[in-house]
Every structure is written in C-alpha cells, then in structure tokens.
C-alpha cells in the first residue's frame, strides 16, 4: 500500500528541522517518488553539508516554466525552511493527493503543469549552529579574514552548558536597566531609573583582550559573510556593504545558487522566504517605483492582493520602505539579483508578524518597526512568551565568574522560537497560508500551446501547413515585461523536420506572445472604451513542404520550453 504524503511527512510544519532531519524528510520522498521528485546538491559547505534542490514535477529535464522557492539564507530565519519544505508537500499533493488541497481546480492543474525548484536551507552551516548552540549567526558561522588583529567578541560556550546565549554586566554606565513589571527582563534605561544597569554581550569570550578596553559587539564581529549581500547584481566591496564578502558568489552557497539558476532561464517567478516583520518586500530595491517598468508594477500588484488576502502581509517596496539607511541601498541582495538578472518575479517575505503580536501602529516606513519597539513593546513581548511562547525567549539569568569580565549573569536572551521565528503551534497556519499564496504564483505561468494545424495542397504534390502557436498562460512568453530586454529571454521560435521544399526555412522566429493577464489597477476594467488586445498571444509558422510524409514541429523557446506537434501530410 502507497504511503501518504502525511505518513512521510517528518514535522516540518509542527518543528524546525535540524540538518539531519530535513536532509531525510528530502530523501524520503526522493526516494519514495523517483518520478515526481529529483534531488540535488547546488554547493557543498565547508563544514561538509549540502546545499539541497529539490526538483517537483514529471520529467523534471524537460523545459518548462519554473517557480522557486527559497528559505534560511540567514541562519537564524528557520521558518524560512518550513514555509519552504511545506510549498513542496503542497507541490507534491498536486500529482499524488490532489483532492486534499483546498485550492480551485485551475490553480491545481497548473501547479502539475509547472516545476518547482526548492531549495530550503541556503546557509546549513550556520542554521545548525543556531539549532545547537542558540549562538547568533547571520548567515554562516566562518571567518577567513585576514585582517583579524583588532579586539573583537568571540561567540560561544563559556559556562559548559553547551548553549551559547548573552552575558549581562552590572555596569553604573550601562544602557539597560531591568524592568520592574517582569523579573529578567533588560528594556532600555530612562533618567527616571534608579538601576542598577546592565550591559549586555554575546556569550562568549575577547579576543586580543587587553584585560581593560571591552569592544563593542557586532552581529557580523566573527562571521563576517552576509549571505544576502553576495550575490552578484548591484554588488559592492565590504567598505561599501557591510557583509559583501571579497567578491561575488565568492561563499560556496551564493556561487550555488547563481550556477543553477544562470543555467535555468524558465523560473519565472521567485520567493525568498526570511524572518521576522509579516511583510511582502518586492523590487526595487535601489530606485523608487517611478523608476521601475510600470507594466511589471502592474503584475506585481496581482500577487500583492493574495498575499494581504491570505495572510494579512502588507507589501511594501525595498526602496521606499525598507532601507536601513536613507538613501543607501542594500547591496548584492539575492532578490535583486532575481528580478534585474534572472527576469523573475521576485520577493523577499518577511515571515511572523510579531509587530501586530505587540499591537504597534505602523510607522511611515515599515522598518522603522525594527527601530520603534518601546519598553511597553517588550514587557507586551515577555509575558506573551511566558503565556504562549512556554518562556522560551527569556529564559532567567545565572550567576557565573567569566575568566576575563568576572562576575556576570549568563542566559537571559533567546530568541530563536518566539523572536526570530514564530511559536511552533503558530507554524502549520504560517505554513498553509504562504503556500496559498505561492501556489497562485505558481499559476500565473506562460503556457504555450500549439492550437491549431491547417494543411492546403497545392499543384505539384507539394503541401503548406501552417501551424498556429498560442500562449494561455496569464505572463507572456517573457515572463515580466521588463525581461524582455535581458540577453537569455529569447523569442518563440519553431523548428520543422520532414520534406521541406525549402530547408532553409526549417527555423523560423515567431517572437514573442503576450499573456492574458495584465496585472491590477491598469484601468482595464473600465468598460468606457470596450476593448483589449487583439491577437498579440498568438504566432503562425507556415511550411511548404513535398506531400506524403509527416512533419514534426517543434515549439518554444527558452523561458517557456517547448511542445511538440506531428503532423500527417
């Protein structure tokens, strides 16, 4: 008896998996449908892991339109890879179980008829060290510096309980203080304090300690890498972009990534899955709406409305609202790369919400959240994750004699479930409504048919068949409008094999075809001038050819992949 997808299913929608764990739930059902689903290793990290695509779909070496989906490119961003593994089940359930998806009929049919590249954990190295040791990680946990002379926090176990957390110290200059509604808790100090105050640090050790000067910590102080400022689109050196790396694609994983994905033109949309906010993040990310292709605005729109209807996420555009810094765009960035270098329609989203958890009016730009959190904001936060959360992000403060600070308190601070990453009883929910609105996504593909034949004879014995080509799918045979422009997005074209009379005109260019979907809010709706697009999805090959045999028509090109047509002259 066939097992079910449940019944292979290792709880990836109820736990964040470690390495070990998600590499078997891949293998699993690899290994159970061999014709459904391929996996592979994009890169290998220098800790030995492997980077995993997962490949859904019949035939996964045949050409077609493609959807990817990526998660846990920074280390800590776990939900990342269950929202990811749960696109696939989803994938999955479509061939195998489909009457258990609670989706229209129409969204299923082309989820069968799309592939879907996964790849749920970009940075396995440091995702496992934040599962292990608790140690704040932002993508991986290596440092091949050379310039490593200056004093600097070292992470890591200092009292041998084999987690690695933060250290507070009573300080009279400290910018801390513990707040009188909830015992533990460090909030920021007022002028009415009366203390004491705390500073606050990595647990861990100095190195090229002085045994005076203590160096402020950095989040990239001993894992210089940023994943997501590697990649090679809009890239700049690290005096630039804090993170960058020495070059582009210069980490195994990066370099992964961009190998496939240059060598696979059909993804047409992409999803890159992080935490925390509870928003939709889509280009630009280095210039203001007035500058992007207003057509592909249009069909971003579209997926927008699904994602605030299923999830309740508000989109917002990296440039206008989530900067880090005025006017200083983030550099590298891998939806960048997806959506200026590979043609895709591409997001970066911002997985549990935990600012509407706190009850906090949204600031003018959305990441003046991460900037706002008030005193009130955390107490709110504390007591939630003591009543719903099981304590697990602050958990008490231990006494312990540091071999270079002294006295200090260990513990306090961990925010990997309840911070970083949602409540596990909140995950299944996370999990089904984001691949409600992936799924969709999924569906807006080209999709090239060939629609009619037409055969005349003429004197001679000699035939003219004319092959009409037609695109049913909502985006065009270029995927975004703006990716037209890109070299690899080449027009339809038709090769013919049989009798030609003309050899010659065995290869003809078509162009491309347009979609039936347009996007949101164009004014088409408008019945004030009734009308739309006259057969611009459609293309015609015609072939003059000796009567009697047969001709083989061959249709696509390399976003859409092809279809085959045999037809008796």
Not at 455 to 483: D, F, I
Request: charged share 25%; proline share 8%; glycine share 10%.
């Amino acid at each position: 008896m066939a097992r079910s997808l449940a019944d292979l299913s290792q709880g990836f929608r109820q736990a964040y998996l470690d390495y070990a764990q998600l590499t078997s739930q891949l293998r699993t059902w690899a290994e159970t449908h061999p014709g459904l689903v391929r996996l592979q290793s994009l890169a290998k990290t220098p800790e030995g892991r492997d980077v995993w695509l997962l490949t859904i779909g019949p035939d996964p070496d045949r050409l077609r339109p493609a959807v990817w989906a990526d998660g846990n490119l920074h280390a800590a961003e776990l939900a990342g890879s269950s929202v990811a593994l749960s696109i696939a089940e989803d994938a999955l359930r479509a061939h195998l179980e489909p009457e258990t998806l609670d989706l229209p009929g129409p969204i299923v049919e082309r989820m069968r008829e799309v592939l879907f590249y996964i790849v749920p954990r970009i940075s396995p190295d440091g995702a496992e060290c934040v599962l292990k040791t608790g140690r704040s990680v932002r993508s991986v946990p290596r440092d091949e510096r050379v310039e490593r002379g200056k004093p600097r926090w070292i992470p890591g176990d200092v009292d041998g309980d084999g987690l690695s957390f933060a250290m507070r110290v009573k300080d009279p200059g400290g910018e801390l203080v513990e707040s009188p509604e909830f015992a533990g808790l460090l909030v920021e100090r007022t002028v009415e304090d009366e203390g004491p105050f705390y500073k606050v640090y990595p647990e861990g050790m100095i190195e090229h300690f002085d045994g005076k000067t203590i160096p402020s910590p950095f989040f990239l102080g001993d894992n210089p890498i940023d994943l997501n400022r590697n990649f090679p689109w809009f890239w700049a050196p690290g005096h630039e972009q804090v993170g960058s790396g020495p070059f582009p694609t210069s980490e195994p994983e990066a370099r992964g990534i961009v190998e496939f994905t240059t060598a696979h033109p059909n993804i047409f949309a992409w999803c890159d899955y992080h935490t925390f906010g509870g928003v939709l993040i889509r280009p630009l990310g280095h210039a203001p709406d007035s500058k992007m292709d207003q057509e592909d605005l249009a069909i971003f729109r579209q997926l927008e409305q699904w994602m605030t209807e299923h999830t309740g996420y508000p989109t917002v555009s990296g440039h206008d609202e989530f900067l880090y810094e005025p006017d200083k765009p983030l550099r590298g960035d891998l939806s960048d790369y997806a959506y200026n270098q590979r043609g895709a329609m591409a997001y970066v989203i911002e997985l549990w919400d935990l600012f509407k958890r706190l009850g906090m009016e949204r600031p003018p730009k959305f990441a003046q959240f991460y900037e706002r959190v008030s005193r009130n904001d955390l107490v709110k936060l504390a007591w939630w994750d003591k009543d719903e959360n099981e304590g697990r992000s602050f958990p008490s403060w231990r006494p312990f004699d540091h071999p270079q600070l002294g006295p200090v308190e260990i513990g306090g601070i961990d925010p990997r479930i309840g911070i970083w990453n949602p409540p596990l009883h909140e995950l299944p929910q996370m999990c089904a409504t984001q691949t409600q609105v992936f799924v969709r996504l999924a569906a807006l593909a080209p999709r090239i048919r060939i629609a009619r034949t037409e055969r005349k004879a003429l004197p001679g014995g000699l035939v003219r068949v004319e092959v009409k080509v037609e695109n049913e799918g909502y985006l065009g045979s270029y995927g975004l409008p703006s990716a037209k422009k890109l070299d690899f997005n080449e027009p339809l074209y038709a090769t013919a094999k049989g009798e030609l009379v003309d050899p010659g005109m065995a290869h003809q260019v078509l162009g491309h075809v347009d979609g039936w979907g347009h996007g949101l809010h164009t004014g088409a709706n408008l019945p004030a001038y009734p009308g739309t697009r006259g057969s611009t999805n459609a293309a015609w090959a015609t072939y003059l050819v000796k009567g009697g045999g047969t001709l083989e028509v061959r249709v696509g090109c390399a976003r859409t992949g092809f279809v085959t047509a045999r037809i008796e002259v």
